[in-house]
Structures are given as structure tokens and as C-alpha cells.
DNA sequence: TTGAAAGCGATACCAA
DNA sequence: TTGGTATCGCTTTCAA
């Protein structure tokens, strides 16, 4: 244990000859001090390498920083892993004048813009947001950027200038590594296929010619099909990837690039293409982890959705306390999971008499707090 | 912004019809009041769900925690990203009472335990360890349990039972990820070898082990070859892996499984074998850049030493803030760097007149600060 | 065994 | 335009 050795605002009163509430408001930028004080407060206190003790802020202003959790509700799903990675990054916070406040809104594009004014009519200080339809937030987005609040968008990326930053998946990453694995494990004349959610979406689009990137150099003779949009519809997904496969029986390999990998996954196995595919997909959900055991799914890109909200609100909360301006965008690199390295992912039951149905089931991959998807 | 709700010392006192200075005390276990005031204001406590303000409270100590960082110099390392990570991981509270003491030493098992005990002669609150030979740290970690100073090892593990905590890459996963895919990747008929470090420590021996049981359950026919051990000595890896393969003319993959690439890339280069092996390696340095890109090494398996740092500060100081004790033991998924998302993490030269050479510099990969390789 | 009170550093109000 | 001062929640003497 050590004496606190910074330097307060009494150390620069004293040295220039003020009052500490005078330093105090120079460095606050408060209005009604003259210019040439401001300045000489200003020169002294980096002169002295000045930092503002945030306990003692916190303490005195009596306020909390409260920062709204805009995720979609839908239990036992990614936005568990994200909230929690949330709570977990703000913990050490909360006992210190930081308060979470959590607007969920049933599911992507339902009741998103509801939540987010509702955020905004509440006062809080900082938004953390995945968006859904972008289109819809537009008004939000203009009226947060009017009242200073500053947003975190997660997971998506939503196309507006009024945001503090955005923290999603590498999208090149993940495409690439698919297309350079799929390039290498595939039989030498197949051809290939991606299902995606909406080319209109940059993360989407990213991945798609990423992936096609990839396999172009590794294999230019191979026929890369149009990707397969889903626009994140279950049923669109088991529709459209089925017809695809019906129509393209000689198919050698799938990439499931964005979510809704189960119906895509179930559309191959109606197909009756399973186990004739090479198939890459995207997270953890329950459906993929035995396909991934028995080899029929070669792996997927597992994208860390806990780490997500972790960064977020980290990101949020330098900014709000010192000022500091995040990146525009923070992508984080996928995990690869394979059959090797599943159960470094997937909460083994302990119990022998627990239901064989229970295992690798998505209640344990997500809330087994598993240390290896907590990243 | 919010006004603060929290419960206060001051309401449980009030509660209780006993001073503040009470309720502290009690709360503190403190010696010198009764058994029955203690376990009232621990019950009020229970019951009105206090957390102690940590800004009040280390505001008012007027005490710094300190954490003693030990760590090899060894400039332009992995260890500059660990250092890194602490760093920014901390940053937030050094505006708070935390303060981190820099006790660096030479190199691995070079002045490490001088380091650990200039650490405790020091007095600081916690240590956060890179340690390379547990042997001769023995009675310092004795020393610290002795004195209640928590120590989280870093990297690699110290087989001691007498430390916090252990952040360190998830080994089995990673010979699961390089087994599966070099199985795959091989062509039919190769044998495999694997350089490592030193099989005594328990990374490098389940990095083996995971990678030969993938292996076998991939490709049971496929000769694996006992590790070429070069226990940490760049020569030694240098001699040994070109011996190996003089004599293994007919080998179809090497993983790298540990530190010291660079000489053992080397030594397949010297072997005249550059191109005709499958290689994965660890980490990324400067001269696996290269050969990434002309796809000589198919890729390689970085460890997140930044990653690392930021984990083991915080279980750290959450440990030391509020007592909640982590894991023994912490594994850091790794991240897959092969071709298509090389450029991902290293960082490009913007300068066309920048040197050729300059391309995928270690300085550039280590010190650019590609957002990619600080998760 | 308990209570009263000083004080940590920064803020905000009121007075000058 | 500036200075004085009460205050936040908690720890720690010093008194009782």
C-alpha cells in the first residue's frame, strides 16, 4: 500500500495564488473567469500532470452516470451473453456512481425506436444499442446527438454520424478464414454457397466478398454461387435455402455467414445433403454443437457476444469519465470452433443422470458460464 | 444522470440507533465492540443490501492499491502487448487509488526472482507474474501467501498453490484447432512433428497432447513423431528442428507449438523444405509475416498477449476491491491468423515510400497498435 | 464498548 | 470575476 501522491486542485491554487474553486471551474470550462486565469490554470495544471481524482467527483456530485442497455429481450439467446458481459465490464462501477439501466424491446425491429426514446426521455447519460432497423432509429439517433448522448452501437453497425462507435465482429475475418478453410477442406470439384442475412447490411456484405476474396484466390475455378439472403427470417431461411438446394444438388460446401444457421441447418438435413456438405457456420447454437461432434458441420466462428458487451460499455465509460474518443469501429476476431476444441465452448454437465437431450444444449452453452465463450 | 440511491453507513446506523463509526467498525471486523452490536448491524446490513461506496472509501484512506507488474524487458515483445494490456486495463482506476510498479527484469529466468522480492520488499498490494523458472520463484510465492499478497501468474503457469490465480492461453485448445486442421489441411500420406518447448510445463505438454488426439481421431494412420523439445533456447531450436528434419526428410506437417518460431522456420528453410510442408505456428512475429502471405505457413495461432494482460489485472484488482475470488485457473481462447486475415492484425504501412522491408515489421505488428491484436 | 468529529478531493452554491 | 464553505460516504483518531 502506498500514500496518494497525485496532484489535487489545491496544489495548483496554492502555486498560482487562487481560490480552489476557481481551478476548479477553469478545468470545467464554466463561464465568468477571465481568459487569462483560465489559461494559467490550464498551463499549471498540465504543467503539474493534473488528474481529476474521479472518487472524489463522484462522490461530491452525488449523481450516477446512468447508461441505458438497449438489447433485445428474446431469453436464452446471444443478448443474455451481451447483457451479462455488460453487468460484468460495469460491476467494478457500480460502487461508484455508475448505474445500468435496462430498456429492452421484445425482439430485433420490434419496439427498438420505443425503447430508445424512452432511454432518452429517462435522461440517462450514455446509450449501448443493437440495432435492428436502423431506418426506424434515425429520428433517436438525431435527437440523442442533439442532447449529447453519447451511443454505442452493438453487434450491428447502424448508418448514422451521430454515434460514439460501434463494436461488432470482424466481418473480413470471419469471411476470410471461411473462404480459406472452405477452400482447403473442399472436395476438388464442388461448388459453393453462402446463406446471409441482407447484402444491404455492411457486416453481411463484408463477409460475403470477404469470403469470396478468399476462395477466388485460393481456387479460382470454383463456382461461388449468389449468396442466399435470409433477412433474418427463420422461415425465409428454411425456405430459400432449401429451393437452393433442391435446385443445386452438386453443392460441396455452405457457409451459414450470419445468424439463423438453424433453419438454414435443418433445410440441409431435409435436403438430405448432410454429411455431403462441407459446412461452416456462425455461433453456437444449440442445433450446430452435435452436428459439429459428429463432423457433419466442419466448424463455425463463434463471435463473441459476451466480449461485445464488455467492450462496449468500456468504450462508453472511458468516454463519458475522461472525454476519450473511441475508434469509429472496434471489430472483434472470431473464434474458431471445431470438434477439437467444442468442449472448451460447451458447459459439460456434470451430472450422469442429466438428460442426454440436455447435453450441449443452449441453456448450458449460455448460461453454463462457460469460460471460453466469456471472452 | 441519476441521484445516488444507495444505502449508506448512515442508514443502517440510523436504523439501528447506533453512531456511524459503529456500523463501520463492525462492518470491518474491527476488534473492541460486542458480539451481538456486530451481528445486528451485519444482519441491518444483509437486509437493506449495503455495498460500500469505493469512492468514498478510497477517498478518505487516502491510500493507493498497488500492483507490482513483473515482467521480462525484452523490448518489441509479446510482453510490451501484456504490459499494454495491464495498462489500459487499469487505466480507468488510476484516477481512483490504484497505482501500478513496474518491476521488470532482464529476460525470462534472468533476475525474476529478485524482481518478485523487490515486489514484496516493496509493499505492494498484489503481483501480477510472467514467471519462466518456477523452481527459483518457489520461496517467493511462499513469501507472498505468507504476507497475504495475492499473485496472479501470467502466460505460463507456476505449479504453486499459493497464488490467485493463472491467466494463460487455453492450450487445449489450440493443439485441438492445429490437429484438426492440419489433419485435414495434410496430404494423404505425411507424417507430422511438433516443436515445443519444454514438456515439463503443463501448457506445452497439453498443447501436445490435445494435438495428438486429434490427430489420431482425424487420421489414425498418420505418424506423429515425439516432440522436438528446444526448452526455450533459440539455438536449441534452431539445431534440433533443422536435425529433425535431416533426418525426416519424408515429414508432411510441423506445428510450432510454442515460442521460438522464428528458428525453427529458420531450420525448415535451411532443410530446403520452405513450401513443401504444412506449417502452423504461435503467435505472430516478424519473419512469419512473410511467409504467411506466400502461404508457405498456413497459419498460425495467436495468443492474445494484450488479452492477457487486461484479464489478469482485473480479476486482480476485483479481488482486491471486493474479495471475489477468481478462477484458478483462466485459458484465453486463440485467435487464427492465417492468409486472408493477416492484414487484420498487421498493421499496413500508409507511406508508399515507407520501406519494403518495413511491411509486417515487428514494430508495426507490436507496436502499431492494430486494433485486432489488442483483444 | 460506543460516539463525535476531522478530513480525504472535488463540486456548487452563496457571498463578495 | 473570484473566494469561502457545506457537502458527498467513509475511515480513523480521540473522547467518553
Do not use: W
Not at 495564488?17 to 490550464?42: C, F, M, N, P, Y
Not at 461530491?60 to 452516470?65: A, E, N, W
Not at 447508461?67 to 465490464?89: F, H
Amino acid at each position: 500500500m502506498g500514500l496518494k501522491t497525485g496532484v489535487t486542485l489545491g496544489d495548483i491554487a496554492s502555486k498560482l495564488g487562487l481560490s480552489i474553486s476557481t481551478v476548479s471551474r477553469a478545468l470545467q470550462d464554466h463561464s465568468g473567469l477571465s481568459a487569462e486565469t483560465k489559461a494559467r490554470v490550464l498551463a499549471a495544471s498540465a504543467d503539474l500532470g493534473y488528474r481529476p481524482n474521479l472518487a472524489a467527483r463522484s462522490l461530491v456530485s452525488g449523481r450516477t452516470l446512468r447508461i441505458a442497455v438497449n438489447t433485445p429481450q428474446e431469453i436464452l439467446s446471444v443478448y443474455d451473453l451481451v447483457r451479462k458481459g455488460i453487468r460484468d465490464e460495469a460491476e467494478p462501477f457500480l460502487a461508484m456512481g455508475v448505474e445500468l439501466v435496462d430498456f429492452t424491446f421484445p425482439r430485433l425491429g420490434e419496439g427498438e425506436a420505443e425503447a430508445f426514446e424512452g432511454a432518452l426521455d429517462a435522461g440517462v447519460d450514455g446509450v449501448i444499442l443493437v440495432p435492428g432497423a436502423p431506418a426506424s432509429l434515425k429520428n433517436s439517433f438525431a435527437r440523442a446527438a442533439s442532447m449529447k448522448v453519447p451511443v454505442v452501437c452493438l453487434l450491428t453497425d447502424a448508418p448514422s454520424e451521430q454515434k460514439l462507435s460501434t463494436v461488432c465482429v470482424n466481418a473480413v475475418s470471419c469471411g476470410a478464414l471461411a473462404g480459406e478453410l472452405m477452400s482447403r477442406l473442399l472436395p476438388a470439384h464442388g461448388s459453393l454457397a453462402v446463406t446471409t442475412g441482407d447484402l444491404k447490411v455492411t457486416d453481411h456484405q463484408e463477409k460475403f466478398s470477404s469470403f469470396e476474396r478468399c476462395v477466388q484466390r485460393n481456387r479460382a475455378d470454383t463456382l461461388l454461387y449468389d449468396p442466399i439472403e435470409n433477412h433474418e427470417s427463420e422461415s425465409e431461411a428454411y425456405e430459400r435455402t432449401l429451393a437452393f438446394l433442391n435446385q443445386h444438388r452438386d453443392l460441396g460446401g455452405l457457409y451459414i455467414s450470419t445468424g439463423n444457421g438453424a433453419p438454414a441447418l435443418r433445410a440441409v438435413e431435409d435436403a438430405g445433403l448432410l454429411g455431403k456438405l462441407t459446412i461452416f457456420s456462425t455461433n453456437l447454437f444449440r442445433e450446430v454443437v452435435p452436428q459439429i461432434r459428429l463432423g457433419t458441420v466442419a466448424g463455425t466462428f463463434y463471435e463473441r457476444p459476451y466480449s461485445h458487451g464488455r467492450i462496449a460499455f468500456s468504450l462508453l465509460y472511458k468516454y463519458l469519465s475522461t472525454g476519450i474518443v473511441p475508434p469509429p469501429r472496434v471489430s472483434l476476431e472470431p473464434f474458431l470452433i471445431m470438434r477439437g476444441n467444442l468442449d472448451c465452448f460447451v458447459h459439460q454437465q456434470n451430472h450422469p443422470e442429466a438428460n442426454e437431450t440436455d447435453r450441449g444444449s443452449i441453456e448450458s452453452i449460455l448460461l453454463g458460464e462457460t469460460l471460453a465463450s466469456m471472452q
